[in-house]
């Protein structure tokens, strides 16, 4: 069993910066993957990034290349979000997942654990 923490979030205007934190815990975590997701009110959960967790590879939706960085840190078990320039459409809650299988990089339904979400809003 894997938990995830997720912290860092808030409220910040538009033009700043936040960075998420996703902290794993439980008796073994071999992710293959960790990702970001996000989901604002009304709307499906997107996908916002992801960083193979052994290699360091990262992906990033269209919308948040050259403003968010995903990197990890192995001996801490957390996986981190880097938020800049952000956007009204950038409200939502955050999630970070855990794929266990390396299955997939952007669909959220064949991630494996979830952490409980944060919240982000960003004022005009």
């Known amino acids: 069993q894997v938990q995830l923490v997720e912290s860092g979030g808030g409220l910040v205007q538009a033009g700043g910066s936040l960075k998420l934190s996703c902290a794993a815990s439980?008796?073994?975590?071999?992710?293959?993957?960790m990702g970001w997701f996000r989901q604002a009110l009304g709307k499906e959960r997107e996908f916002v990034s992801a960083?193979?967790?052994?290699?360091?590879?990262?992906y990033y939706a269209d919308s948040v290349k050259g403003r968010f960085t995903i990197s990890r840190d192995i001996a801490m078990k957390t996986v981190y979000l880097q938020m800049n320039s952000l956007k009204p459409d950038d409200t939502g809650v955050y999630y970070c997942?855990?794929?266990?299988?390396?299955?997939?990089?952007?669909?959220?339904?064949?991630?494996?654990?979830w952490g409980q979400g944060t919240q982000v809003t960003v004022s005009r």
């Open positions: 960083i193979s967790w052994n290699v360091g590879i990262t």
């Open positions: 997942a855990a794929d266990l299988r390396g299955s997939t990089w952007h669909r959220p339904e064949l991630y494996d654990y």
């Open positions: 439980g008796q073994t975590f071999n992710a293959v993957r």
